[in-house]
């Protein structure tokens, strides 16, 4: 059973385009984040909710939004899709909000 | 706000030596330390954390790490690098404002 599961694993698109990456942890934690991950693996903080409740919205184009329906799942909206999108997105999850972080096995983004 | 430093973007050894991956952070508080282990095509794992108490913190796979409030560091070590020890290693941070914050990760490089 996976804790943290993504879809889609992989995901290739044309610029211009919207997509959706899903996130569903069953780890019953209340905090799940969003990562970015870059080609030179830098890891940055996009977004962070906490039951439900977004609670860190770093600098990010507001063709980004985050969605949580309920504490176990984060779901990731993209508008507008450009070339410098392109990355791993990273969901994560913790227990507490300074806690261990379980992540997911990451979304591959391609925009061409 | 807090930031966390890896020196080397890449740390070469040989089977058998001694692995030294350094860490440096800044914080107005008391932080909780992280490192996390990436695997190619992988998530991050945890391989340990300090929060209170014992300085020396035993991970898996035969990693410590060392927490040094005088040098604000926290080092990681294995005294002995296998093949199967290549892969990415990240140092996070949550300090105050909680926002996991991570280093640029260094590649660890293990030559037979």
């Known amino acids: 059973d996976t804790a943290v599961s993504q879809t889609p694993k992989y995901l290739v698109t044309q610029m211009g385009n919207d997509k959706s990456i899903k996130c569903e942890q069953n780890l019953g934690h209340d905090t799940m984040y969003w990562y970015k991950q870059d080609s030179k693996k830098f890891l940055k903080i996009m977004f962070s909710y906490n039951n439900k409740e977004l609670i860190i919205n770093e600098t990010v184009p507001n063709r980004f939004s985050p969605k949580s329906p309920d504490k176990a799942h984060l779901n990731l909206h993209i508008n507008s899709l450009e070339l410098g999108d392109s990355a791993v997105y990273f969901c994560a999850s913790s227990q507490a909000r300074a806690g261990e972080l379980f992540f997911g096995e990451g979304s591959r983004l391609t925009v061409l | 706000a807090q930031s966390v430093t890896q020196l080397g973007s890449h740390v070469s050894v040989s089977e058998g030596a001694l692995v030294l991956l350094r860490c440096n952070y800044s914080?107005?508080?008391?932080?909780?330390l992280f490192w996390y282990v990436q695997y190619p095509n992988q998530g991050l794992q945890l391989l340990l954390k300090?929060?209170?108490?014992?300085?020396l913190v035993k991970g898996i796979n035969g990693f410590e790490a060392e927490f040094k409030k005088s040098e604000t560091s926290f080092h990681l070590t294995k005294p002995s690098a296998h093949m199967s020890d290549a892969a990415e290693y990240f140092c996070a941070a949550s300090g105050g404002s909680y926002i996991p914050t991570f280093g640029r990760g260094t590649s660890l490089i293990v030559h037979p």
């Open positions: 300090y929060t209170t108490g014992a300085t």
């Open positions: 914080s107005s508080v008391p932080p909780y």
